[in-house]
Each structure stands twice: as C-alpha cells, then as structure tokens.
C-alpha cells in the first residue's frame, strides 16, 4: 500500500508538480547561530506558496578562518505544486545546485510560463531599484523615477487595450 507522502507526491506531479532537491550553504560567526539560521531558513521554504511539503536536512558546521566562521551546507527536498515554483524559490533563494527528482520531462501551459516570466521580471525590477538607489546621483534617479512613470503609463494602456479585448471576445461568444 502506498504510504500517504507518496500519494500526495505522484497526485502533485500528475498536476504539473515537481519534485526536486535544492541544495544551499550558509555561513554564519558562530556554530549555534549557524544552525539557528539554517533551520529557520528551511522552515521559511516550508511556508512558501505553492510548497506542498518539504524536508531540510542541515549538515554539521565546519570551522572556518580560524574558528571565527562557520559554515554548512542545506539540502531541501521539496514538493513544488508546479515549475513556476520551484523557479520562483531559486530565485529568491540562490541555491548552488537544484536536482529535478521528478518527473523526467518538465512540460508548462502557457499561463504557466508567463507566471514563471512576470515573477522573473519583478525580481530582477527589485534588484535593480536596489542597486540604482544605492549607486545612483539625485539627478539620476529622478531621471530614473520620471521613467518609471511613463513605462508604468504605457503599461496601464496595454492593460486597458487587453481589457477591451477580453471584453469584445465575450460579447462574441454571448452572440453565439
């Protein structure tokens, strides 16, 4: 009889779900802050949206620099409801590697992949407001801020022009 996690796993893959192993290294200044801040790190991953389950192995912290650095490596297992997910966590997480468990072939609806694309998008958006209002001269950013407002307006238009769109492509099927 198949036990329960392997039910849910095989229903969440049969979904669109991946299985996969994502694997980090922390460092910290000591041993106890070292396993303090991993664990609060894989339970972080457990709460994400769109995390079925997931299991955070914390390997024993080494000593390094001359005992005044700690560091240790993380190995998640975690059951993504679907790719975009999983993408999404590597994104905002940095693994150094990620191992597709299963299934053997990734295959993405179209809605899917723009999800994937806009999350990928406001991320690299975030870094980079982070960057330029670190680095960036006054004159600079007000440039920057006045782009902002004009990209943000077009924007607006096209959402308004796929608005009308969807509305005309109703009306249709309501003449049908």
């Known amino acids: 009889m198949m036990d329960e996690v392997e039910k ?22 000591e041993k106890d802050g070292l396993q303090q801040l991993g664990a609060g ?3 972080q991953m457990i709460q994400k949206e769109g995390v079925v389950y997931a299991l955070g192995e914390i390997d024993e912290p080494i000593a390094g620099g001359g005992g005044k650095n700690w560091s240790s490596s993380i190995q998640v297992k975690l059951l993504a409801r679907n790719f975009s997910v999983l993408a999404g966590l590597c994104i905002a997480h940095s693994p150094y590697n990620v191992e597709i468990l299963r299934p053997d072939e990734i295959k993405m609806p179209l809605s899917e992949a723009h999800d994937l694309l806009a999350v990928m998008s406001a ?13 960036a001269k006054p004159e600079d950013l ?20 796929k608005d009308k769109k969807e509305a005309e492509k109703d009306e249709k099927k309501g003449e049908k």
Do not use: C, P, S, W
Not at 123 to 135: L, P
Not at 143 to 156: D, F, P, S, Y
């Open 8 to 29: 849910v796993t095989r229903e969440t893959i049969k979904n669109g779900g991946v299985l996969a192993t994502l694997y980090f290294d922390i460092h910290a200044k």
């Open 41 to 43: 790190f894989v339970n």
């Open 123 to 135: 991320t690299t958006a975030e870094y980079k407001k982070y960057i330029i209002t670190k680095v």
């Open 142 to 161: 007000a440039q920057i801020n006045h782009e902002l407002k004009v990209r943000a307006e077009m924007g607006k238009k096209v959402l308004e022009g």
